[in-house]
């Protein structure tokens, strides 16, 4: 596990990033000499920092927020939004966004065209922009940058809109230009970027948004005062009512109602006549018809002045049924937009170089195949193509789950998405966009999550038949009623029946119920992407879990330490450079006896050339000796001979379960120290109740066979089972392994992990379950991410999802019942229109209720 | 009773104003963005060159 880890993080390293919970002494000097540093209030990555008792900040306005919350006693609020699993990320990946494309980014701006930033000219000469702004945190960025407006000559407006984290500027395009905004915000750390393609789609989906409120709006309207003119009639109808009284209200009712058919209706009739086109049955066909018949039932009745009408009713059928669609096209819009941010960590600037050698900067959407682009150290490919000049190590952990680097050289082929480390390179793009492997892969999780999950598929299933046999009922219905009582009372049964076998309940019920269980898990800091996974985790299946820090808490602690100070010296000088946990545990370790070792010697040392090897661990020179720290494979590489002095310290250190750690100084062996983690103190309580519920157990790890069993036996002793304990695991077993227990498992195959190593299993299980403190890349590729950062959660989520399943069966249960009952009673001829009309939307209503009530993730809220 | 003729027109009509003020609402954007609103509202309209955290 360590030599795994290792290298990525290492990467990090000369960043040199300053330790969020630095002392004072520390912040003095930063506030003197700039120094990359997250800040304590937004988590933003920034090289001007301000500091204020023993905190830093990325700008004033930061930093004023922050005393306010922490004057009003609100410092809960950093530990709730660090579930957000904002603060993590800040650390890393922004480093590598803001720093160097910042210039670019102004440098591109300058060519709106280019960009491919759409400018729209006002009436009075005036420009407007839309730009998404990088490194909005919260509410104290997006009033910094409003209240930046004033100071900037020639912008007319500028607003931040919080929800897709961009602005819209009104400028003077002779007084100004977006370069000369986003040179300004530049400093505070706000960086003013060309939209991305996909906000096109945003804007006509907040179109959509619009029509389906107006539309909800119009109806609501319309419904509520064909109610109040309906109920006028029938305390009429009790009470007596001059009969031209009654006529008025008739008509005034009559044109309500058919307004709503017509104006907020008319989707119904055009998706039924598309319907009707393509030879489909659709629900909304016997909706078209039932809203067809009762127009022209209460038309007729109103103009001949006799028999019932149904504006009432037909109103707010209308209405109801549009508020089930909104709901419908929220959840989509809601699961379009999560996924719009998974794919959102480039900032889609590239450096393209021209025939004539000169560089300029463009959006990446822009490249064609065979433009060459120059990618810097830390900067994203943009896209696939090969190696023309240079050479370099590429991070493509996101792709393939692996984590050492990847050496490339001039004629190598590169994937976009991938993350150039330590030289410049110039790159042939040869495809872009949809063609290249990031955009198929793009496509292909944006139809994953476009898929209708198994139920919502039945559910539509049962739909279409229920939609055919109502119409041939209907048919029926309406000829028998013919012969018997003529067709007056037959179109008066007809409409009861099509309006009462309303199937919104049924094709409502699975992803209403979804959505609402997303919701809550949401609130218990559980963040579902994919509403399949509900389903798959409500029955019992095979759960992996990976060890380091998801059974325990990943944090590496030095147990003990067997060498000379001078290993120490030399350690803490290699690895305080370095942003890794073993490097984080070696540091504290050493810290914690430093006593020692300045009574000794001065710490004072020369380190250089630090290099990760390989994921194994590191070597530098420390004052001219050259060091090693690192597992026993990085000793064999440099040939370095263990003396048999070490081997039973060695042996003891494995047998305990425990990592070691030699350190060599000009190969000689100085010092072993053993690494050791802790269980999770839920591990054993979550596992148990999973165990209870079916789930059988296995552990998959990429740490040594003997640390493995290790904590197999020490959990086995508490009454757990694990199937499996596989040990020594790459990222390439860890998938070939869920892929293989997948083919041969009937049920769900889940993968529960974090980190680096695990992103490809995390993507191949039937469901990947992200624990919070794995890096980014594992939440892109887990559609479950746990950000509570308790294990418990899983037990949770495993609860919720099966009482989800049973609310969907529920639902269907009953809207199956009460439709099967209300439609015979129709038919029969035993229920006035009008009573249709109410019990409609009850059985909607039922199930809305049922939903809502469903006990998923209820039971864990009051824990 | 026959001021039904007038107060029941000059309901719906009333009522249609407000429908009609609540379609240039959601028509004009005031209900695309439902949180930065709710954050503007909690800061003062202070100029940035007078605001003291500016030190």
């Known amino acids: 596990m360590i030599a795994l880890e290792r290298n990525s993080e290492a990467t990090h390293s000369l960043q040199n990033v300053v330790d969020r919970h630095a002392s004072p002494a520390d912040v003095a000097q930063s506030e003197n000499e700039p120094h990359e540093a997250t800040c304590d209030h937004c988590g933003l990555v920034s090289s001007s920092m301000v500091g204020s008792n023993g905190h830093l900040f990325c700008c004033h306005g930061c930093m004023g927020a922050f005393a306010l919350i ?6 809960d609020y950093y530990s709730l939004r660090e579930g957000a699993g904002n603060v993590d990320a800040a650390g890393t990946d922004t480093i590598f966004k803001q720093k160097a494309p910042t210039l670019a980014a102004i440098e591109m701006l300058k060519d709106l065209e280019g960009a491919g930033v759409d400018v729209h000219q006002t009436s009075d000469g005036l420009c407007e922009v839309r730009l998404t702004v990088e490194g909005l945190h919260c509410a104290a960025c997006s009033w910094l940058i409003e209240r930046m407006q004033p100071s900037l000559p020639g912008v007319h407006s500028a607003q931040v809109r919080m929800n897709d984290r961009s602005i819209h500027l009104v400028y003077d395009p002779e007084k100004t230009n977006p370069s000369k905004v986003a040179s300004r915000l530049a400093p505070l750390g706000y960086l003013l970027l060309p939209q991305h393609r996909d906000d096109t789609d945003q804007s006509t989906n907040r179109h959509q948004q619009r029509e389906h409120l ?3 709006a119009v109806a609501a309207f319309l419904a509520a005062n064909a109610m109040w003119i309906g109920i006028a009639l029938y305390a009429g109808e009790a009470t007596g009512m001059l009969i031209e009284h009654t006529h008025f209200f008739r008509w ?3 044109i309500l109602g058919v307004m709503a058919a017509i104006f907020p209706g008319r989707v119904f009739f055009r998706s039924a006549i598309n319907a009707l086109r393509t030879r489909t049955a659709h629900v909304d066909i016997p909706i078209a018809i039932a809203l067809a018949m009762g127009i022209a039932g209460s038309v007729f009745g109103t103009i001949y002045g006799k028999g019932h009408i149904y504006f009432d009713s037909l109103a707010s059928l209308v209405l109801l049924l549009r508020i089930g669609r909104y709901i419908q096209f929220r959840s989509q819009y809601v699961a379009g937009l999560s996924l719009e941010k998974l794919f959102r960590w480039t900032n889609g600037i590239t450096t393209r170089v021209a025939e004539d050698g000169s560089f300029q900067s463009v959006a990446a959407s822009r490249l064609k195949p065979r433009d060459v682009v120059l990618v810097q150290p830390g900067e994203t490919l943009p896209s696939d193509g090969f190696v023309v000049q240079g050479r370099s190590h590429l991070n493509v952990s996101w792709l393939t789950g692996e984590s050492a680097p990847q050496s490339i050289s001039i004629g190598d082929r590169v994937v976009g998405g991938t993350m150039n480390i330590d030289s410049p390179i110039q790159v042939c793009i040869t495809e872009c966009g949809k063609q290249s492997r990031l955009g198929q892969l793009e496509e292909v999780i944006r139809n994953a999550a476009g898929d209708r999950t198994p139920l919502v598929q039945a559910a539509d299933k049962i739909g279409k038949w229920f939609v055919i046999m109502v119409l041939l009922l209907a048919v029926g219905c309406w000829i028998g009623w013919c012969f018997l009582a003529g067709p007056a009372t037959a179109t008066m049964h007809t409409v009861a029946l099509l309006t009462i076998a309303c199937p919104c309940a049924i094709a409502l019920a699975a992803p209403l119920v979804i959505t609402i269980a997303i919701g809550r898990a949401a609130r218990q800091q559980i963040w579902i992407r994919d509403g399949q996974c509900v389903e798959r985790l409500a029955k019992p299946g095979l759960m992996w879990f990976d060890k380091t820090g998801t059974l325990t808490e990943g944090n590496m602690r030095v147990q003990q330490w067997e060498g000379t100070t001078k290993s120490m010296k030399c350690a803490i000088a290699v690895e305080s450079q370095l942003n890794h946990p073993i490097a984080k545990a070696i540091c504290e370790y050493v810290q914690l006896q430093r006593s020692k070792i300045s009574q000794s010697e001065s710490m004072s040392t020369t380190t250089e050339e630090i290099r990760s090897i390989e994921g194994l661990g590191v070597s530098a020179k420390v004052d001219g000796d050259f060091v090693l720290i690192g597992s026993e494979p990085l000793l064999r590489l440099h040939k370095i001979v263990i003396p048999t002095n070490w081997n039973s310290i060695h042996d003891r250190i494995l047998r305990d379960g425990m990592t070691p750690i030699w350190i060599a100084i000009d190969g000689k062996i100085e010092a072993i120290l053993s690494l050791s983690d802790s269980l999770r103190h839920d591990t054993i309580e979550s596992l148990k109740a999973l165990q209870l519920k079916g789930w059988r157990l296995c552990i998959l790890s990429g740490d040594r066979k003997e640390v493995v069993d290790y904590w197999r036996r020490r959990i086995e002793g508490s009454g757990i089972v694990f199937e499996q304990a596989i040990g020594e695991a790459s990222p390439e077993q860890k998938v070939d392994t869920i892929r293989l227990s997948r083919e041969n498992e009937k049920a769900a195959v889940v993968f529960v992990g974090d980190g680096i190593n695990d992103a490809a299993a995390l993507a191949v299980g039937d469901v990947g379950i992200a624990i919070r403190g794995g890096s980014e890349i594992s939440l892109r590729a887990a559609p479950i991410y746990v950000a509570s950062n308790r294990l418990r959660s899983i037990d ?8 989800t399943l049973r609310t969907i069966q529920k639902c269907f249960g009953i809207s199956l019942i009460y439709n099967s009952i209300t439609i015979s009673l129709a038919v029969i001829g035993l229920i006035h229109p009008l009573i249709a009309a109410i019990f409609m939307p009850i059985s909607g209503l039922t199930v809305l209720g049922l939903a809502i009530t469903g006990h998923s993730f209820e039971k864990t809220e009051k824990s | 009773m026959s001021v039904l003729y007038i107060t029941l027109p000059i309901a719906l009509l009333m009522g249609a104003i ?38």
């Open chain 1, 796 to 803: 949770q989520l495993v609860d919720a999802s099966s009482s």
């Open chain 2, 18 to 55: 407000g429908l009609y003020a609540c379609v240039r609402c959601i028509a004009s954007g005031q209900y695309d963005d439902l949180e930065s609103p709710a954050l503007r509202i909690l800061q003062d309209d202070v100029d940035i060159h007078s605001n003291k955290s500016d030190e």
């Open chain 1, 70 to 75: 922490h004057e009003m006693g609100l410092d």
């Open chain 1, 214 to 216: 107006i539309a909800i």
């Open chain 1, 252 to 254: 005034i009712g009559t």
